[in-house]
């Protein structure tokens, strides 16, 4: 006997480049309007300050190459492209450079929004829950060692769908860099290995329909493929 009233969900664990191992994930952590031109295109100010959060629940994660349908209560469903961050290590208000040392690995992910909800909640000045935390909303490729990876920056971010490119950036476009958000979020939480941390997605994201084929690269990273099914 367990102790639970039931089977409680297992943990989801993503494919590490040369380990036979995955690494279990326990909170995904996403970075609001961490790219210019993206803030700019959605109608918003930068804030330099300081950068925003909201979170997506373990249970949103899905695997790289899977294909998704279509999901409920949505008719404007977007791709958003981004650097994702794998902690190794616990951190709390950690300095930059601790913060760098806690890297663990760097992955391609799509952080999949339900943009008229999002819309909808930014009007009324709700939470964005709705718009960005549910099921298969938070796609993620194998990850690659931060040490094989090297340190973001030059490094080149597409998204295309059905072949054609949509997004076309490079990391070194962010706001706040990778060390910079470890050190400044782990001020409010007692970060620890197994937290990824989605870094903020470049100018063009759009819409996309059934049928549709996404493939995102970050140069030195395994692509992140996504096939939109049929609606729910």
Request: net charge negative; charged share 20%.
């Amino acid at each position: 006997m367990s102790g639970f009233l039931f089977e409680p969900a297992a943990v989801p664990g993503v494919p590490v480049r040369g380990e036979t191992g995955l690494y279990p994930v326990g909170r995904i952590f996403c970075v609001g309007r961490n790219y210019a031109a993206h803030a700019a295109e959605m109608g918003a100010e930068v804030d330099r300050e300081a950068p925003f959060y909201f979170t997506k629940t373990p249970a949103s994660l899905v695997a790289s190459g899977a294909t998704v349908p279509y999901p409920s209560g949505t008719a404007n469903y977007h791709h958003e492209m981004e650097l994702v961050v794998a902690l190794g290590a616990p951190v709390f208000r950690a300095g930059v450079d601790e913060a760098r040392a806690a890297v663990y690995g760097y992955a391609c992910g799509l952080d999949m929004t339900r943009r008229d909800l999002q819309d909808v909640a930014k009007e009324k000045r709700r939470p964005w829950d709705l718009g960005k935390d549910f099921e298969r909303s938070a796609v993620i490729a194998e990850l690659t060692p931060a040490a094989a990876f090297g340190t973001p920056g030059p490094q080149r971010i597409v998204l295309s769908v059905n072949g054609a490119v949509r997004q076309d950036a490079h990391l070194s476009d962010m706001i706040h860099g990778v060390a910079e958000v470890i050190s400044h979020l782990s001020g409010y939480y007692h970060l620890a290995a197994g937290d990824l941390i989605y870094t903020g997605t470049p100018a063009g994201v759009g819409a996309v329909s059934a049928g549709d084929r996404l493939e995102g690269t970050i140069d030195g990273l395994a692509p992140v493929r996504l096939t939109i099914g049929p609606a729910e």
